[in-house]
């Protein structure tokens, strides 16, 4: 039992000594250098390659591309031109098949807003009182908030309009009129 004991007793003493820390501490590795660029991979330097082709062909493809846009929205307007509509928003104030009801909510306009200009038409079998011909909704958002005030059913549609400058083409010959 004594040799138990004994026994005990040095495994802890052996155990305690092995686990002790390192001889000293962050100051042994102080000086500790590890070279690592023999295993490293290599890569070219692209950023002094790049600079040099930019820096030559800096002038040449600006001028390029601003003469290819110039073009292209220049095709774009000769294209546009020759439509005689164009998609766009307006305010629908009333819509019904109620003619009295349509003339008596341009007049309530008129007198609400006399600054707004109502159009009013006619697409069988309703009539249709719209405020503006905006390009985009946001631009229309201005006119509905007022009208809103004074008509709740008011709303934003979409809408096709004709252009002010479109002309149409004449027709040259004269027995070209049947012919569609």
């Known amino acids: 039992m004594k040799a138990v004991w004994v026994l005990g007793?040095?495994?802890?003493?052996?155990?305690?000594?092995?686990?002790?820390?390192?001889?000293?501490?962050?100051?042994?590795?102080?000086?500790?250098?590890?070279?690592l660029t023999s295993s490293l991979p290599v890569y070219p330097n692209y950023e002094a390659e790049l600079a040099a082709q930019s820096n030559a062909n800096a002038n040449t493809s600006v001028k390029t591309v601003d003469g290819e846009l110039d073009q292209k929205i220049q095709?774009?307007?000769?294209?546009?031109?020759?439509?005689?509509?164009?998609?766009g928003y307006s305010v629908l104030v009333?819509?019904?098949?109620?003619?009295?009801?349509?003339?008596?909510?341009?007049?309530?306009?008129?007198?609400?807003?006399?600054?707004?200009?109502?159009?009013?038409?006619?697409q069988e079998p309703r009539y249709l009182v719209k405020v503006g011909k905006f390009n985009y909704k946001i631009e229309a958002h201005k006119s509905f908030s007022l009208i809103k005030s004074q008509f709740p059913t008011a709303r934003i549609i979409q809408d096709r309009f004709q252009r002010k400058e479109y002309e149409a083409p004449e027709i040259l010959d004269s027995n070209a009129e049947g012919q569609n």
Do not use: H, W
């Open 9 to 35: 007793l040095v495994v802890i003493v052996v155990g305690c000594n092995s686990s002790k820390s390192a001889s000293g501490g962050a100051s042994a590795y102080a000086s500790y250098q590890e070279n």
């Open 75 to 87: 095709e774009i307007y000769d294209r546009n031109i020759t439509e005689p509509y164009f998609n």
């Open 94 to 122: 009333y819509s019904g098949i109620d003619r009295t009801k349509a003339f008596e909510t341009q007049d309530e306009l008129k007198e609400y807003f006399p600054d707004i200009k109502a159009e009013m038409q006619y």
